[in-house]
């Protein structure tokens, strides 16, 4: 981590390594999530929440020492450019988590008819359940 006597600029130059860091972790993310090993997931999301445990650690610094200096204009345009990819990428791992888990409850309808209700919304009991392809074997 930074120095207590750390300059804005010091403190944005290590918050942009840690963001690159954050960013091939997503990408890493990604590539797991495309290939279907979501075993591989659990340590991926853990170096996360580190990364963003951390960044946000040297914003709050960077932000206690805003008024100290000036911040040099391309270490804020490469924060922003990484933010920018970072919010892209981040958006579309959650469509395919979303993808992933609307591809999981169809199967599970499938499978096991889940689709008819135990009770109606009256709190009667519902017709007899018929058999899933697995439930009826």
Do not use: H
């Not at 040297?58 to 200096?69: D, I, K, V």
């Not at 096991?112 to 007899?128: H, K, Q, R, S």
């Amino acid at each position: 981590m930074s120095s207590p006597a750390a300059t804005s600029d010091t403190l944005l130059a290590e918050q942009i390594t840690l963001l690159r860091r954050l960013l091939e972790k997503l990408q890493q993310e990604r590539r797991t999530l495309s290939s279907g090993a979501t075993l591989d997931l659990p340590p991926i999301a853990a170096a996360k929440s580190e990364l963003y445990r951390a960044i946000a650690d040297l914003e709050a610094q960077r932000q206690a020492r805003q008024g100290s200096g000036m911040t040099l204009p391309d270490l804020a345009a490469d924060r922003s450019e990484l933010v920018r990819c970072i919010l892209q990428v981040n958006a579309e791992n959650g469509q395919i988590i979303d993808a992933l888990g609307r591809f999981t409850q169809g199967a599970w309808k499938l499978l096991f008819a889940t689709e008819d209700t135990l009770y109606t919304p009256n709190g009667i009991a519902g017709a007899e359940r018929p058999g899933g392809l697995i439930g009826s074997a």
